[in-house]
Structure formats: structure tokens, C-alpha cells
């Protein structure tokens, strides 16, 4: 069987929470915080050994080998009574969907109802921001549920990857499921946010009607924030200077945009290389207009860099 049972179940566990790594890890870290503080025990593997296709080997003191699939385990916490599923890393196609179908077998199998997940919603925002939540649901019957968790509706868009895929599945199943989606700024989607996994966790709490101690994901964003704020003060002394040459005559004025809406900027332009080389002239020299190179260089020189490209 794909999926190994490890451990005595209950006959019905109403609730799945499924996560799976996405930008800012803010899904899979909402679900791994939870379930480490309400004391998930392994109770299920899913074996994905036929569905990981590696691209590359292991190589230790010269010996070659075939890296160890991922882990996707399931955790059974007892109270409030709910699976927690932690995916390793997102698989995709084909092998993808067969892992969510895995997955929604063995939650159907032990009478889970309603099936939640959760990702990052970025945006061109400051650290500063507040988080907000959205949601997306299979039924209007669970959307009416938002209100009461402090959610809003998402109105339109896409929810790429498993975190997504699931809900749409579970949703094809005819089980309740929703995803929850926190703000984070866009400039910072390869930095894990603990913030906005904060956010989600503040769902999940009122869902399930129980409390999670935050001291130590409170000392993770305090950490963030102050990397980012630092990030973003750089950035806004770069404008600064060039607002000081422009006023004193030096270059021509222009409107500059916020710190964190160039940072988002460069960030889309970051993603555009990573899918085309030859547009990294563009990057470079947006990076050169603000006077920004020199604290994105090594970022900009790995986008080149062929050992980092084939990890």
C-alpha cells in the first residue's frame, strides 16, 4: 500500500489540515507549527517512492546515490481531534495529483469531513503591514463561515501548487475544504514569514476552538522583521540619495515609487530572469538606475551560477 498506517486510528477524525512548501513556507509552516504544539504523532506515511523523479544524485566522499524520496507523513493530533499532513516538497503533475488522491483517500477512509490548507497571498507590501487573510472555499455553505474567522473571500485568482490543487480535488470528492491564504510582501517570497503563518494559525485556532502558544513563532517574526526592516531601510537610503541629486541638480527628478513597491519591482523582474536569461540586461540595469546593485549582487550573480541551478 502507498500509504503505511503506524498507529492505531480512531474511527473518525472530522478535520485535515495538508501542507506543502510554497512562498514564504507560509502554509506548511502554519501546519507544522500547529501540529508540533498540539503534539502530533506520526500516524501515517504515504510512500512517494513512485512518484519522485530525481533529477540529480547525492554525493558523499566520492560515492554516488539516489537521494531518499521526500517525506509526506500524517500526524493524528488527539485534541481537538484533526490529521495534520506535512508534504516535504511539492511534486508536480501527474505524480502530484496521485499524492493528493493518496492523501484524500486515507482522510476519507478515517471520516474526516472538512479538509483546510493554507499559502502566501504576496503582495507589493511593507513588513509594516498588517496581515489580512483570504479565503477560498468549495461551498458557499463553508465561504459563510469566513466572517466568523476573521477571513475575507478571496474574488478572484489562482492558487498554483498542491496547497491549491488539494481543495479543488477534495472539492471534486464532495468534502468541505478551504484554503487560507496571509499577505506577505512580494519582494520576500524566497524568505520564510512567519507572520503570515501567525495569521493563518489564527484561523485555525478559532476554527477548532482551541489556543496555540506563540512565544516561539513570536520570537521568529520578531527575527524577520528586523531582517527586513533592515533590507527595506537600505533601499530607502538608496532613494534618498538619488532624491538629494536630483534636488541639488545633479540628475533629472523623477517620482520615485516606496521602498517595498520597487523591491516588489525588482522582485518581478528577479522572476522573469529566473525564466529567461536573456533578459537579465533589464534587471541589471533597473538595478543600476536605483543604485542597488551591490546589495542584490550575489542574488543577481547565482541567477548564473550552474552548480546552484541544477540543486
Avoid at 115 to 130: L, R
Avoid at 232 to 254: D, F, H, I, M, Y
Wanted: with cysteine.
Amino acid at each position: 500500500m502507498p500509504t503505511k498506517t503506524l498507529k492505531q486510528i480512531p474511527d473518525k477524525v472530522p478535520v485535515l489540515i495538508a501542507g506543502w512548501p510554497g512562498m514564504g513556507n507560509v502554509g506548511l509552516g502554519a501546519a507544522d507549527y500547529l501540529r508540533r504544539k498540539l503534539n502530533g504523532k506520526v500516524c501515517a506515511r504515504i510512500d512517494v517512492t513512485h512518484y519522485f523523479f530525481p533529477e540529480s544524485i547525492e554525493v558523499k566522499r566520492g560515492i554516488g546515490r539516489i537521494p531518499s524520496p521526500p517525506s509526506h507523513n500524517i500526524y493524528l493530533i488527539d485534541n481537538p481531534g484533526l490529521f495534520v499532513f506535512e508534504g516535504e516538497t511539492q511534486v508536480g503533475g501527474e505524480a502530484g495529483i496521485n499524492i493528493a488522491d493518496e492523501l484524500l483517500d486515507f482522510a476519507q477512509k478515517h471520516g474526516v469531513e472538512t479538509v483546510y490548507t493554507g499559502a502566501a497571498f504576496a503582495m507589493p507590501m511593507s513588513y509594516k503591514e498588517p496581515v489580512r487573510v483570504f479565503g477560498v472555499a468549495t461551498s458557499d455553505q463553508l465561504k459563510d463561515t469566513f466572517a466568523g474567522h476573521v477571513v475575507e473571500p478571496l474574488v478572484e485568482g489562482h492558487i498554483s501548487g498542491l496547497n491549491g490543487l488539494l481543495l479543488g480535488l477534495a472539492g471534486t470528492r464532495g468534502l468541505a475544504a478551504a484554503c487560507f491564504l496571509a499577505t506577505m510582501p512580494h519582494y520576500a517570497v524566497q524568505t520564510s514569514n512567519p507572520k503570515a503563518s501567525k495569521a493563518i494559525i489564527r484561523v485555525f485556532e478559532r476554527i477548532l476552538n482551541t489556543r496555540i502558544d506563540m512565544t516561539e513563532i513570536n520570537r521568529a517574526i520578531k527575527q524577520t522583521d528586523e531582517l527586513l526592516g533592515e533590507f527595506e531601510s537600505r533601499v530607502n537610503a538608496a532613494l534618498q540619495a538619488l532624491r538629494q541629486q536630483a534636488e541639488q541638480g545633479e540628475t533629472e527628478p523623477e517620482d520615485q515609487p516606496e521602498p517595498h513597491e520597487l523591491m516588489d519591482r525588482i522582485e518581478q523582474l528577479f522572476e522573469l530572469v529566473q525564466r529567461d536569461r536573456s533578459k537579465a540586461s533589464l534587471l541589471k540595469q533597473e538595478l543600476d538606475h536605483w543604485g542597488l546593485f551591490k546589495l542584490y549582487e550575489d542574488r543577481f550573480l547565482d541567477l548564473f551560477d550552474k552548480k546552484k541551478n541544477q540543486k
